[in-house]
Protein backbone atom coordinates (compact mmCIF):
# COMPACT_ATOMS: atom_id res chain seq x y z
CA UNK A 1 0.00 0.00 0.00
CA UNK A 2 1.26 3.15 -0.67
CA UNK A 3 2.49 5.79 1.57
CA UNK A 4 0.56 9.01 1.43
CA UNK A 5 2.50 11.54 3.88
CA UNK A 6 0.62 14.54 5.51
CA UNK A 7 3.81 16.77 3.69
CA UNK A 8 6.70 16.19 1.38
CA UNK A 9 10.00 18.37 1.65
CA UNK A 10 11.92 19.24 -1.63
CA UNK A 11 15.44 20.20 -0.65
CA UNK A 12 17.03 19.84 2.67
CA UNK A 13 18.75 23.46 2.96
CA UNK A 14 18.04 25.51 5.73
CA UNK A 15 14.88 26.08 4.84
CA UNK A 16 13.57 22.86 4.29
CA UNK A 17 15.19 21.81 7.53
CA UNK A 18 13.35 24.29 9.50
CA UNK A 19 10.25 23.12 7.92
CA UNK A 20 10.90 19.60 8.45
CA UNK A 21 11.61 20.17 12.50
CA UNK A 22 8.24 22.34 12.79
CA UNK A 23 6.26 19.35 11.07
CA UNK A 24 7.94 16.70 13.34
CA UNK A 25 7.45 18.53 16.34
CA UNK A 26 3.68 18.44 15.34
CA UNK A 27 4.19 14.75 15.13
CA UNK A 28 3.18 14.96 11.16
CA UNK A 29 4.43 12.32 8.74
CA UNK A 30 6.65 13.85 6.18
CA UNK A 31 9.21 13.20 4.50
CA UNK A 32 12.80 15.37 2.96
CA UNK A 33 13.86 14.87 -0.68
CA UNK A 34 17.01 16.20 -1.14
CA UNK A 35 18.94 15.31 -4.36
CA UNK A 36 22.17 15.93 -3.04
CA UNK A 37 24.06 13.91 -0.87
CA UNK A 38 24.27 16.27 2.33
CA UNK A 39 21.93 18.67 4.04
CA UNK A 40 22.46 22.33 4.64
CA UNK A 41 22.44 23.91 0.82
CA UNK A 42 24.60 26.92 0.47
CA UNK A 43 25.20 26.40 4.23
CA UNK A 44 28.55 24.12 3.59
CA UNK A 45 31.75 23.96 6.06
CA UNK A 46 35.09 22.60 4.85
CA UNK A 47 36.81 21.22 8.08
CA UNK A 48 40.74 20.39 7.50
CA UNK A 49 42.32 16.63 8.18
CA UNK A 50 43.08 17.31 11.82
CA UNK A 51 39.76 19.33 12.44
CA UNK A 52 42.15 22.36 13.98
CA UNK A 53 41.16 24.97 11.14
CA UNK A 54 37.87 24.97 8.92
CA UNK A 55 36.47 27.81 6.79
CA UNK A 56 32.92 28.19 5.82
CA UNK A 57 32.56 27.98 1.68
CA UNK A 58 28.81 29.69 1.69
CA UNK A 59 26.86 30.73 4.24
CA UNK A 60 28.66 32.35 7.11
CA UNK A 61 28.01 35.78 8.51
CA UNK A 62 24.70 36.52 11.14
CA UNK A 63 23.69 39.71 13.37
CA UNK A 64 22.12 39.63 17.12
CA UNK A 65 19.11 40.86 15.71
CA UNK A 66 18.79 37.25 13.40
CA UNK A 67 17.09 35.36 16.81
CA UNK A 68 15.71 32.31 15.07
CA UNK A 69 19.58 31.11 13.66
CA UNK A 70 20.64 32.34 17.67
CA UNK A 71 17.65 30.45 18.83
CA UNK A 72 19.00 27.16 17.15
CA UNK A 73 23.11 27.67 17.45
CA UNK A 74 21.94 27.77 21.56
CA UNK A 75 20.30 24.42 21.11
CA UNK A 76 23.37 22.62 19.41
CA UNK A 77 25.53 23.86 22.44
CA UNK A 78 26.95 26.67 20.06
CA UNK A 79 27.47 30.28 20.84
CA UNK A 80 28.04 33.27 18.51
CA UNK A 81 31.41 35.20 18.39
CA UNK A 82 32.32 38.61 17.43
CA UNK A 83 33.93 39.36 13.90
CA UNK A 84 36.93 41.08 14.82
CA UNK A 85 38.67 44.28 12.86
CA UNK A 86 41.38 46.39 13.75
CA UNK A 87 40.45 49.32 15.99
CA UNK A 88 39.75 52.20 14.28
CA UNK A 89 40.35 50.46 10.93
CA UNK A 90 37.89 52.24 7.44
CA UNK A 91 36.82 50.77 4.25
CA UNK A 92 38.62 51.72 1.46
CA UNK A 93 38.12 51.83 -2.14
CA UNK A 94 40.58 50.29 -4.62
CA UNK A 95 42.30 51.21 -6.64
CA UNK A 96 41.78 55.00 -5.77
CA UNK A 97 42.99 54.26 -1.58
CA UNK A 98 40.53 56.38 -0.65
CA UNK A 99 38.17 55.86 2.51
CA UNK A 100 34.67 55.53 1.49
CA UNK A 101 32.03 57.92 2.44
CA UNK A 102 29.44 58.43 4.41
CA UNK A 103 27.26 59.25 1.91
CA UNK A 104 27.99 55.46 0.43
CA UNK A 105 27.60 53.51 3.63
CA UNK A 106 24.35 55.75 3.98
CA UNK A 107 22.98 55.42 0.67
CA UNK A 108 19.80 52.79 1.84
CA UNK A 109 18.49 56.45 3.21
CA UNK A 110 17.53 57.28 0.01
CA UNK A 111 15.62 54.54 -0.62
CA UNK A 112 12.25 55.20 0.47
CA UNK A 113 12.23 58.70 -1.56
CA UNK A 114 13.07 57.01 -4.71
CA UNK A 115 10.34 54.13 -4.13
CA UNK A 116 7.76 56.75 -4.01
CA UNK A 117 9.12 58.47 -7.21
CA UNK A 118 8.82 55.01 -8.68
CA UNK A 119 5.21 54.15 -7.03
CA UNK A 120 3.76 50.87 -9.14
CA UNK A 121 6.43 51.07 -11.93
CA UNK A 122 9.95 49.14 -12.07
CA UNK A 123 13.46 50.23 -13.34
CA UNK A 124 16.75 48.35 -13.53
CA UNK A 125 18.98 48.49 -10.63
CA UNK A 126 21.54 50.65 -12.51
CA UNK A 127 19.15 53.31 -13.30
CA UNK A 128 18.02 53.09 -9.40
CA UNK A 129 21.34 53.30 -8.92
CA UNK A 130 22.38 56.43 -11.01
CA UNK A 131 19.49 58.30 -8.92
CA UNK A 132 21.10 58.14 -5.52
CA UNK A 133 22.68 61.63 -4.82
CA UNK A 134 26.47 60.51 -5.11
CA UNK A 135 30.02 61.96 -6.76
CA UNK A 136 30.95 59.94 -9.89
CA UNK A 137 33.44 58.14 -7.92
CA UNK A 138 31.08 56.60 -5.23
CA UNK A 139 28.59 55.82 -7.80
CA UNK A 140 31.41 53.77 -9.11
CA UNK A 141 32.13 52.24 -5.13
CA UNK A 142 28.36 51.34 -5.09
CA UNK A 143 27.48 50.09 -8.46
CA UNK A 144 30.52 47.62 -7.54
CA UNK A 145 29.22 47.08 -3.89
CA UNK A 146 25.81 46.05 -5.25
CA UNK A 147 27.61 43.79 -8.38
CA UNK A 148 28.66 41.52 -5.90
CA UNK A 149 26.32 42.16 -2.89
CA UNK A 150 23.46 40.83 -5.42
CA UNK A 151 26.37 38.85 -7.68
CA UNK A 152 24.36 39.75 -10.85
CA UNK A 153 25.43 42.73 -13.54
CA UNK A 154 22.66 45.64 -12.08
CA UNK A 155 21.47 46.26 -15.30
CA UNK A 156 19.78 42.95 -15.18
CA UNK A 157 18.08 43.32 -11.86
CA UNK A 158 14.66 44.72 -10.78
CA UNK A 159 14.94 48.35 -9.41
CA UNK A 160 11.70 47.07 -6.73
CA UNK A 161 12.99 43.95 -6.28
CA UNK A 162 16.38 45.53 -4.23
CA UNK A 163 14.21 47.77 -2.82
CA UNK A 164 11.81 44.91 -1.47
CA UNK A 165 14.61 43.05 -0.10
CA UNK A 166 16.20 46.06 1.63
CA UNK A 167 13.14 47.08 3.28
CA UNK A 168 12.69 43.30 4.51
CA UNK A 169 15.82 43.27 6.10
CA UNK A 170 14.72 44.42 9.64
CA UNK A 171 17.76 45.22 11.65
CA UNK A 172 19.84 48.82 11.92
CA UNK A 173 23.00 46.44 12.70
CA UNK A 174 26.20 45.10 10.42
CA UNK A 175 24.94 41.68 9.02
CA UNK A 176 28.14 40.47 9.81
CA UNK A 177 28.59 41.31 13.34
CA UNK A 178 28.67 37.45 14.63
CA UNK A 179 29.74 34.27 13.63
CA UNK A 180 29.39 30.84 15.08
CA UNK A 181 32.44 29.43 17.06
CA UNK A 182 32.37 26.17 15.44
CA UNK A 183 31.73 24.92 11.97
CA UNK A 184 28.43 25.65 10.35
CA UNK A 185 28.17 21.94 9.83
CA UNK A 186 28.06 21.20 12.87
CA UNK A 187 24.75 22.98 13.28
CA UNK A 188 23.43 21.29 10.14
CA UNK A 189 24.06 18.36 11.97
CA UNK A 190 22.18 18.81 14.53
CA UNK A 191 19.13 20.12 12.63
CA UNK A 192 19.25 16.95 11.23
CA UNK A 193 19.17 15.16 14.24
CA UNK A 194 15.49 14.13 15.15
CA UNK A 195 14.59 14.11 11.62
CA UNK A 196 17.61 12.12 9.83
CA UNK A 197 15.39 8.74 9.10
CA UNK A 198 12.71 10.93 7.29
CA UNK A 199 15.44 12.59 4.63
CA UNK A 200 15.71 10.55 1.26
CA UNK A 201 19.71 11.75 -0.08
CA UNK A 202 20.95 11.86 -3.76
CA UNK A 203 16.78 11.68 -5.26
CA UNK A 204 16.52 14.42 -7.41
CA UNK A 205 12.74 15.62 -7.81
CA UNK A 206 11.98 15.97 -11.71
CA UNK A 207 7.82 16.42 -11.43
CA UNK A 208 5.29 17.42 -9.16
CA UNK A 209 1.32 16.21 -10.27
CA UNK A 210 -1.95 17.60 -8.18
CA UNK A 211 -4.53 14.44 -8.08
CA UNK A 212 -7.95 14.00 -5.81
CA UNK A 213 -5.71 12.70 -2.83
CA UNK A 214 -3.04 15.17 -2.88
CA UNK A 215 -0.03 15.88 -4.86
CA UNK A 216 2.41 13.01 -6.78
CA UNK A 217 6.01 13.93 -6.50
CA UNK A 218 8.24 11.75 -8.90
CA UNK A 219 12.36 11.93 -7.91
CA UNK A 220 14.62 9.77 -10.02
CA UNK A 221 13.88 6.87 -7.73
CA UNK A 222 10.47 6.69 -6.60
CA UNK A 223 7.23 7.71 -6.55
CA UNK A 224 5.27 9.74 -3.30
CA UNK A 225 2.12 10.73 -2.17
CA UNK A 226 1.60 13.72 -0.39
CA UNK A 227 -1.36 15.81 0.80
CA UNK A 228 0.70 18.90 1.24
CA UNK A 229 3.74 19.77 -0.19
CA UNK A 230 7.14 22.82 0.38
CA UNK A 231 8.89 23.03 -2.05
CA UNK A 232 12.29 24.85 -0.64
CA UNK A 233 14.46 25.28 -2.99
CA UNK A 234 15.69 28.38 -4.53
CA UNK A 235 13.17 29.48 -7.09
CA UNK A 236 15.51 29.12 -10.08
CA UNK A 237 16.16 25.22 -9.12
CA UNK A 238 12.18 24.93 -8.48
CA UNK A 239 11.86 26.28 -11.86
CA UNK A 240 13.69 23.55 -13.37
CA UNK A 241 10.74 21.00 -12.44
CA UNK A 242 8.24 19.83 -14.23
CA UNK A 243 4.74 20.27 -12.96
CA UNK A 244 1.07 19.75 -13.95
CA UNK A 245 -0.41 21.87 -16.16
CA UNK A 246 -3.08 24.04 -13.45
CA UNK A 247 0.61 24.17 -11.23
CA UNK A 248 2.50 25.28 -14.24
CA UNK A 249 -0.25 28.00 -14.82
CA UNK A 250 -0.26 29.29 -11.04
CA UNK A 251 3.22 29.12 -10.55
CA UNK A 252 5.36 29.34 -14.03
CA UNK A 253 5.45 33.08 -14.77
CA UNK A 254 6.64 33.92 -10.94
CA UNK A 255 9.08 30.85 -10.59
CA UNK A 256 10.77 32.46 -14.14
CA UNK A 257 11.31 35.92 -12.51
CA UNK A 258 14.75 35.11 -10.69
CA UNK A 259 17.99 35.06 -11.73
CA UNK A 260 20.54 33.54 -10.56
CA UNK A 261 24.01 34.93 -8.76
CA UNK A 262 27.58 34.14 -9.42
CA UNK A 263 29.89 34.55 -6.15
CA UNK A 264 33.12 33.23 -6.01
CA UNK A 265 34.49 33.29 -2.64
CA UNK A 266 37.64 32.96 -1.16
CA UNK A 267 39.13 33.11 2.03
CA UNK A 268 43.38 33.06 3.55
CA UNK A 269 44.95 32.30 6.86
CA UNK A 270 47.44 34.52 7.88
CA UNK A 271 49.45 35.11 10.79
CA UNK A 272 50.03 38.69 10.94
CA UNK A 273 47.05 40.93 10.63
CA UNK A 274 49.16 43.53 8.18
CA UNK A 275 45.82 45.33 7.02
CA UNK A 276 45.36 46.83 10.62
CA UNK A 277 48.13 48.78 9.83
CA UNK A 278 47.69 49.94 6.26
CA UNK A 279 48.24 53.42 5.62
CA UNK A 280 45.12 55.37 4.29
CA UNK A 281 46.04 58.38 2.97
CA UNK A 282 49.34 58.50 4.54
CA UNK A 283 48.12 57.62 8.07
CA UNK A 284 47.95 54.04 9.74
CA UNK A 285 44.93 53.60 10.33
CA UNK A 286 44.34 49.92 8.82
CA UNK A 287 41.35 48.67 6.75
CA UNK A 288 38.23 45.84 7.69
CA UNK A 289 36.85 46.13 3.52
CA UNK A 290 38.02 47.10 0.49
CA UNK A 291 35.96 47.90 -2.36
CA UNK A 292 37.06 47.08 -6.02
CA UNK A 293 35.76 49.73 -8.76
CA UNK A 294 38.17 47.80 -11.38
CA UNK A 295 36.63 45.25 -11.71
CA UNK A 296 33.45 45.81 -10.60
CA UNK A 297 32.04 43.39 -7.84
CA UNK A 298 35.02 42.59 -6.17
CA UNK A 299 34.94 43.43 -2.08
CA UNK A 300 37.35 41.87 0.39
CA UNK A 301 36.27 41.70 4.02
CA UNK A 302 38.48 41.16 7.35
CA UNK A 303 36.64 37.67 8.66
CA UNK A 304 38.53 36.72 11.78
CA UNK A 305 36.38 35.76 14.91
CA UNK A 306 37.44 37.32 18.25
CA UNK A 307 39.76 34.99 19.68
CA UNK A 308 40.80 32.96 16.29
CA UNK A 309 43.03 32.97 13.32
CA UNK A 310 43.43 36.14 11.04
CA UNK A 311 41.32 36.15 7.89
CA UNK A 312 40.59 38.04 4.94
CA UNK A 313 37.92 37.15 2.63
CA UNK A 314 37.05 38.00 -0.97
CA UNK A 315 34.39 37.55 -2.79
CA UNK A 316 34.44 37.88 -6.45
CA UNK A 317 30.22 37.81 -8.38
CA UNK A 318 28.38 38.51 -11.27
CA UNK A 319 30.06 38.73 -14.42
CA UNK A 320 33.89 38.92 -12.56
CA UNK A 321 32.85 35.36 -11.09
CA UNK A 322 31.43 33.79 -14.50
CA UNK A 323 34.75 34.29 -16.49
CA UNK A 324 36.85 33.55 -13.30
CA UNK A 325 35.15 29.78 -12.69
CA UNK A 326 36.23 29.09 -16.28
CA UNK A 327 39.50 28.83 -14.92
CA UNK A 328 41.00 25.85 -13.31
CA UNK A 329 41.14 25.76 -9.33
CA UNK A 330 44.99 26.86 -9.34
CA UNK A 331 44.52 29.80 -11.64
CA UNK A 332 41.17 31.26 -9.33
CA UNK A 333 43.37 31.06 -6.26
CA UNK A 334 46.23 32.73 -7.82
CA UNK A 335 44.07 35.32 -9.76
CA UNK A 336 42.31 36.01 -6.33
CA UNK A 337 45.69 36.30 -4.47
CA UNK A 338 47.14 38.49 -6.79
CA UNK A 339 44.12 41.08 -6.63
CA UNK A 340 44.62 40.90 -2.93
CA UNK A 341 48.83 41.72 -3.37
CA UNK A 342 47.48 44.75 -5.58
CA UNK A 343 46.17 46.45 -2.29
CA UNK A 344 48.42 44.75 0.56
CA UNK A 345 51.54 44.05 -1.06
CA UNK A 346 54.00 41.14 -0.88
CA UNK A 347 52.81 40.30 2.34
CA UNK A 348 49.56 38.92 0.81
CA UNK A 349 51.62 36.24 -0.24
CA UNK A 350 52.48 34.83 3.16
CA UNK A 351 49.06 32.89 3.80
CA UNK A 352 49.13 30.30 5.85
CA UNK A 353 45.90 28.71 4.53
CA UNK A 354 43.34 29.25 1.69
CA UNK A 355 40.07 28.02 0.83
CA UNK A 356 38.08 28.51 -2.07
CA UNK A 357 34.30 27.73 -3.13
CA UNK A 358 32.55 28.25 -6.51
CA UNK A 359 28.83 29.40 -6.51
CA UNK A 360 28.11 29.68 -10.01
CA UNK A 361 25.28 28.07 -12.22
CA UNK A 362 24.70 25.44 -9.43
CA UNK A 363 22.26 23.02 -10.33
CA UNK A 364 20.97 21.94 -7.15
CA UNK A 365 21.75 24.94 -4.78
CA UNK A 366 21.37 27.83 -6.96
CA UNK A 367 24.42 30.36 -7.91
CA UNK A 368 25.80 32.85 -5.80
CA UNK A 369 24.13 34.48 -2.43
CA UNK A 370 20.58 33.77 -3.99
CA UNK A 371 18.25 34.43 -6.81
CA UNK A 372 17.59 38.29 -7.40
CA UNK A 373 14.38 39.60 -9.01
CA UNK A 374 15.12 39.91 -13.01
CA UNK A 375 14.09 43.28 -14.40
CA UNK A 376 10.62 43.06 -16.69
CA UNK A 377 9.66 40.31 -13.96
CA UNK A 378 6.18 39.99 -12.49
CA UNK A 379 6.86 42.20 -9.30
CA UNK A 380 4.87 39.92 -6.63
CA UNK A 381 6.73 37.35 -7.79
CA UNK A 382 7.60 36.30 -3.92
CA UNK A 383 4.31 36.40 -3.01
CA UNK A 384 2.63 34.17 -5.20
CA UNK A 385 5.19 31.71 -3.88
CA UNK A 386 4.85 31.92 -0.45
CA UNK A 387 1.62 32.37 -0.36
CA UNK A 388 -0.04 28.52 0.51
CA UNK A 389 -2.11 27.32 -2.41
CA UNK A 390 -4.35 23.92 -1.85
CA UNK A 391 -2.06 23.15 0.09
CA UNK A 392 1.78 23.74 -1.80
CA UNK A 393 3.75 26.51 -1.42
CA UNK A 394 7.40 27.40 -2.02
CA UNK A 395 10.04 28.07 0.86
CA UNK A 396 13.62 29.49 0.64
CA UNK A 397 15.65 32.53 1.67
CA UNK A 398 14.38 34.42 -1.08
CA UNK A 399 11.39 34.63 -0.09
CA UNK A 400 11.33 34.83 3.11
CA UNK A 401 9.31 38.00 4.35
CA UNK A 402 12.14 38.91 7.16
CA UNK A 403 15.90 38.85 6.59
CA UNK A 404 16.03 37.26 3.07
CA UNK A 405 18.90 36.10 1.73
CA UNK A 406 20.60 34.69 4.83
CA UNK A 407 20.34 32.06 7.41
CA UNK A 408 18.11 33.86 9.16
CA UNK A 409 15.62 34.12 6.58
CA UNK A 410 15.79 30.68 5.21
CA UNK A 411 14.76 29.39 8.78
CA UNK A 412 11.60 32.08 8.70
CA UNK A 413 10.69 30.61 5.82
CA UNK A 414 10.93 27.06 6.48
CA UNK A 415 8.60 27.67 9.77
CA UNK A 416 6.28 29.99 7.88
CA UNK A 417 5.82 27.52 5.71
CA UNK A 418 5.37 24.41 7.66
CA UNK A 419 3.31 26.35 9.86
CA UNK A 420 0.87 28.00 6.65
CA UNK A 421 0.67 24.50 5.30
CA UNK A 422 -1.56 23.13 8.17
CA UNK A 423 -3.72 26.28 7.81
CA UNK A 424 -4.19 26.70 4.56
Known amino acids: MTTIYDVVIIGAGLAGLSAANGLHDKGLNYKVIEASARAGGKVRSFVGPDGARSFELGAQFVNKDMDQIGKWVQRAGLELLETKSGNDT ?10 ISDAVCQHEKQFEEIQAKLQSTDERLSDLLRRLLLTKTENQIITSIYAERINIDPQKVSARGLLDRTFRFESEENDMTHQVNA ?25 IEKNSE ?25 SRLEYEESLEQHYRKA ?38 TDPQGVTVIESSKVGGQYRLTMYIGASAALDLAKKARAERINTATSMLVEVFGEKAKMYEDVEQSVWVEDKLCGGGYGACLRYGALLNAAEV ?12 SELAERFPYYMEGAILAGMTAASGILND
Open 90 to 99: VGISFPSKEI
Open 183 to 207: PLSELITFMERNIAENIAYEEPVVR
Open 214 to 238: GYKIISTKQTYMASAIIIAVPPTVA
Open 255 to 292: LDSYLDGSIIKTTWVFDDPFWHEYKVQSQARGVHDVVF
Open 385 to 396: LRTPKDKMVFAS
